[in-house]
């Protein structure tokens, strides 16, 4: 599975994104995906993940409410809906897949991920 994250650039504080990820291959839809960001100088944190069918979210506490997880599988693409932009939303941000029926928010237990797409808020 490869994947492809694009959306990202710079706003202002307030500002909103919208980031794709899309998947090569069949059977999107076994996956389960998620969404990672680096901020410089720092280690890669979970920011929100999906349920293969999309029926399950979950958000990391300092987005939720502001960003919003979805998924077309008929298109093989996830998507990070951001809202209210913060500067301390400024990163890399990477999608990420595996093959289960679970909701994954562990960095480690990701099997597939994208090349990463800048984000960055100014104040």
């Known amino acids: 599975v490869q994947l492809v994250e694009s959306g990202g650039g710079m706003v202002q504080s307030g500002g909103q994104l919208r980031l794709s990820c899309t998947a090569s291959?069949?059977?999107?839809?076994?996956?389960?995906m998620g969404w990672f960001r680096q901020a410089p100088g720092k280690g890669r944190e979970f920011v929100a993940a999906?349920?293969?069918?999309?029926?399950?979210?979950y958000y990391e506490d300092s987005v939720k409410g502001r960003f919003t997880i979805s998924r077309d599988n008929d298109k093989n693409t996830v998507y990070l809906q951001m809202n209210r932009l913060k500067p301390s939303d400024t990163g890399v941000y990477y999608c990420?897949?595996?093959?289960?029926?679970?909701?994954?928010?562990?960095?480690?237990?990701?099997?597939?991920w994208g090349q990463g797409t800048q984000v960055t808020v100014s104040a």
């Open positions: 291959g069949r059977s999107f839809s076994d996956f389960a």
């Open positions: 990420a897949a595996r093959r289960t029926i679970a909701l994954i928010m562990k960095e480690g237990e990701y099997d597939y």
């Open positions: 999906i349920s293969w069918l999309g029926g399950e979210t």
